[in-house]
Every structure is written in structure tokens, then in C-alpha cells.
């Protein structure tokens, strides 16, 4: 009826249709390193099997390096993720007037807001953090200091709201991701039990919504029964 006001019972209602609210504690990310990774563990590998196990700790060192780099830290980082920032999007408008009437604020353009911002817990070898060390070693050589090909270093985000009971309800990928930033870590003798956590901000070209935009990965497949088992969560 037009004008009634809304009662306690309306919205508890209201909620139990909808199944309650989303948690922001709720999530789960899954981050596709770009295919020359890949690549580099591959070559680790073969160079196992090549030159048998590396005798000097130089050459540790350096197959360590490559082999960090092999799809099994994927799971680790993704179930890492303390914190990531779901991306927005702006319309983009300008003032267009004809004659003497009033004008109207008409859509131009779009953009896609900012970076993504996200923190890692770390463990102890700091295998997250050398993660995406190497992965800025694709876009920029820390030796000769030249930049690689765009699509070398460029990988993809996904990052899920989960149900209370772990199943996605909404679901976002970006697209050409890279990390742009690597924040330091402070140390403090007085920070006694408190975990190390790498903060990671991501450049991205345009996100999509998964659960209704058409994404060619996913075309033919049911998002909700995307198994993250697979991606390292249970």
C-alpha cells in the first residue's frame, strides 16, 4: 500500500528470500600467472632431468628461483589472499545542450577504476613474495633494464563472493593483469607474533562480470559449479 511503512517483519522477510547478506569474508581468488611462467618452469624442470641435481649453491639458488615459479605456488598465493579490493567502473559523461533548453549529462565513455589492491600472507620462505618478484621480471629485466612484450607479462584475476556455505554467488575476471607495486615489509622485534603480509597492487585493462557478461573461457560451462578444489581451497 503507498505509503506503509516498512516493519522489522518486511525486511526479515525480505532477507530470507534473498538468502542474507554477503560477507566481505567471504571470497575466494584465483590469479593466472601470464603462460611464460609457464615456460620457466618447464625449463627448470628439463634442466633437472638435463644436468641431474645441482651440486653447488650457486646453481641451487638459481634453479630454486626458476622452480618458485612453477604452477603449484598458484594454489598458495590464491589461498594467501588476506584482503583484494572487488574493482568498480565509471560512466564517463559530458554536458550536451541544444538551444536554450536544459542540457543533459550523456554518456561519452567508460573506465574502469584504478588498480587492484590486494595482501598476501607470507610464509616463511617468502615464496609469495618472490612470486610476484618474478612475475615484474617479465615485464622489466632487473639486469639489462628493458622492457619485455606486453603480452609476456600479462595474466588474468577472478575473484569470487562465496555463500556461507563456500559456493560462488557472483563472480568478476579481469583481464591483462600485472603487478605494478610490491610494497616493502616492516620488521620490528616488537611485532612478536604477527604475520608478515605482502601488500600487491594490480594494473588490469577491464573487468567482467562472469555471472552475466559472455566470457569465452567460461561459454558453455556453469560458473556455480566451478570446482576451487582445483585452484587450492576445500
Known amino acids: 500500500m503507498p505509503g506503509k511503512q516498512p516493519t522489522i517483519q518486511n525486511f526479515i522477510s525480505s532477507m530470507s528470500q534473498a538468502k542474507g547478506f554477503a560477507r566481505t569474508s567471504k571470497y575466494a581468488v584465483v590469479i593466472t600467472p601470464p603462460t611464460a611462467i609457464q615456460a620457466v618452469a618447464k625449463r627448470s624442470n628439463e634442466q633437472i632431468l638435463r644436468d641431474g641435481v645441482p651440486t653447488t649453491v650457486s646453481d641451487a639458488k638459481n634453479l630454486i628461483n626458476m622452480q618458485l615459479l612453477n604452477k603449484s605456488v598458484g594454489p598458495q598465493v590464491n589461498l594467501h589472499c588476506n584482503s583484494i579490493s572487488l574493482p568498480g567502473h565509471d560512466l564517463q559523461a559530458q554536458d550536451m545542450q541544444h538551444g536554450s533548453a536544459p542540457g543533459r549529462q550523456m554518456v561519452t565513455s567508460h573506465d574502469y577504476q584504478g588498480t587492484i589492491a590486494a595482501t598476501f600472507y607470507?610464509?616463511?620462505?617468502?615464496?609469495?613474495?618472490?612470486?610476484?618478484?618474478?612475475?615484474?621480471?617479465?615485464a622489466v629485466d632487473n639486469s639489462t633494464h628493458k622492457a619485455n612484450y606486453y603480452d609476456d607479462y600479462i595474466g588474468s584475476m577472478e575473484i569470487f563472493q562465496l555463500d556461507g556455505n563456500g559456493e560462488i554467488t557472483y563472480g568478476i575476471k579481469a583481464t591483462e593483469v600485472y603487478p605494478t607495486t610490491l610494497a616493502g615489509i616492516e620488521y620490528a622485534y616488537a611485532n612478536t607474533n604477527q604475520i608478515a603480509l605482502q601488500a600487491v597492487q594490480f594494473q588490469y585493462r577491464q573487468w567482467f562480470n562472469m555471472t552475466a557478461d559472455t566470457i569465452a573461457d567460461y561459454s558453455g560451462s556453469n560458473l556455480f559449479d566451478l570446482d576451487l578444489q582445483s585452484y587450492g581451497y576445500r
Not at 610464509?123 to 615484474?136: A, G, P, S, T
Open 122 to 138: 607470507l610464509d616463511i620462505n617468502l615464496k609469495e613474495r618472490h612470486f610476484f618478484e618474478q612475475w615484474q621480471k617479465l
